[in-house]
């Protein structure tokens, strides 16, 4: 526990949605399920599976173009379950109002998006204390 795992993505015209290349939350979502797929292998040697949201909440809008860190640790250790909490963050924000290709580097990122869920990894398919590499 207490380990933390971390990815960098950047939003592209794909992952928009909506009007004014608004990006659909549940990117972000499928953004934590890679970071808890990694955590899980890192802990338990296995994949496991995500079993639910317990709070998820969207604080503020992203766009095609931004740069998102999503960041997870897991919180606490069941016989087969992972309680996990996870940030989203914006890093790089496009500027188009300067040009085209222009962009900023938050020097204070803007956080997106919060959660919090569990995942289980079935007893069978732990290999806690093994050798995992």
Do not use: W
């Amino acid at each position: 526990m207490g380990e933390k795992v971390m990815i960098r993505v950047r939003m592209s015209l794909h992952d928009a949605h909506y009007g004014g290349n608004l990006v659909d939350g549940a990117r972000i979502l499928q953004l934590f399920g890679d970071v808890a797929t990694e955590l899980l292998i890192r802990h338990d040697g296995d994949e496991g599976l995500f079993k639910a949201y317990d709070n998820i909440e969207f604080i503020a809008p992203v766009y095609a173009g931004d740069y998102i860190e999503a960041v997870g640790e897991i919180v606490k250790v069941g016989n087969t379950s992972r309680k996990m909490v996870f940030e989203a963050r914006k890093v790089i924000a496009p500027r188009p109002d300067i040009s085209d290709s222009a962009a900023d580097y938050l020097e204070e990122p803007i956080v997106v998006c919060r959660a919090s869920g569990t995942c289980v990894v079935p007893k069978d398919k732990q290999r806690k204390g093994k050798e995992n590499g």
